[in-house]
């Protein structure tokens, strides 16, 4: 919505400049018009007495992000499931690092600056043990602060799209060991059985 009203020159409406700003009736109807084609019909009732988009607004962020305190206990929350976070063995890359973005995008929508090199340090220390040793490497040889979430969640892509290979050989190779096996010990069961006939 935000974006929206920036876009339509009408954002003014409900974060003037400054105090002294006089709002135009025209962008506040516009903005006003902003807001109610963005949220559901459910809530148009409860916000239709408000009478200026800054009030309308205001009520929106009181309602869904809370008001201080509340916005303060909701990231505090959120830190602690972040930094709790670590990836199952069972879990993909892009299962996991959406898990990571959700988190992020909830601290950063509530105001929380989260750092981009937290966020990679954090990827890097939560990682299941197959990928410890990718990320033991990017730990010493990276530098961490310049490195993106995106770049960290492609090289562990990569780790996995490779490790996803060598075990489908491996796989290969053992099916490969019990055919030759089998083979074996059908030939051995004919020389059993020749032996014998023989005798």
């Excluded at 954002?11 to 506040?28: F, G, I, L, Q, S």
């Excluded at 990836?87 to 890359?93: H, L, N, Q």
């Excluded at 966020?119 to 990718?134: G, H, I, N, P």
């Amino acid at each position: 919505m935000k974006v929206f009203m920036q876009a339509h020159g009408v954002w003014e409406a409900v974060e003037p400049r400054n105090a002294n700003t006089t709002v135009d009736t025209k962008k506040d109807k516009m903005a006003l018009a902003a807001i109610y084609q963005g949220i559901p019909e459910d809530l148009l009732m409860s916000l239709a007495e408000k009478k200026t988009a800054k009030e309308t607004w205001e009520a929106l962020k009181t309602r869904f992000v809370g008001a201080d305190r509340v916005k303060t206990a909701r990231i505090q929350t959120l830190k602690a499931e972040f930094e709790s976070l670590t990836m199952k063995e069972s879990e993909g890359v892009d299962e996991f690092a959406m898990k990571v973005d959700n988190i992020v995008s909830s601290m950063r929508t509530l105001g929380d600056t989260v750092e981009e090199a937290y966020v990679v340090k954090k990827l890097l220390r939560a990682v299941s043990t197959k990928f410890l040793q990718l990320a033991s490497t990017l730990e010493q040889f990276g530098d961490l602060n310049e490195m993106t979430v995106e770049e960290v969640i492609g090289r562990l892509k990569s780790h996995e799209e490779r490790m996803k290979g060598h075990t489908e050989s491996d796989d290969r190779n053992l099916l490969l060991t019990y055919q030759e096996w089998s083979e074996r010990n059908k030939k051995k069961g004919d020389g059993d059985s020749k032996s014998k006939s023989h005798r």
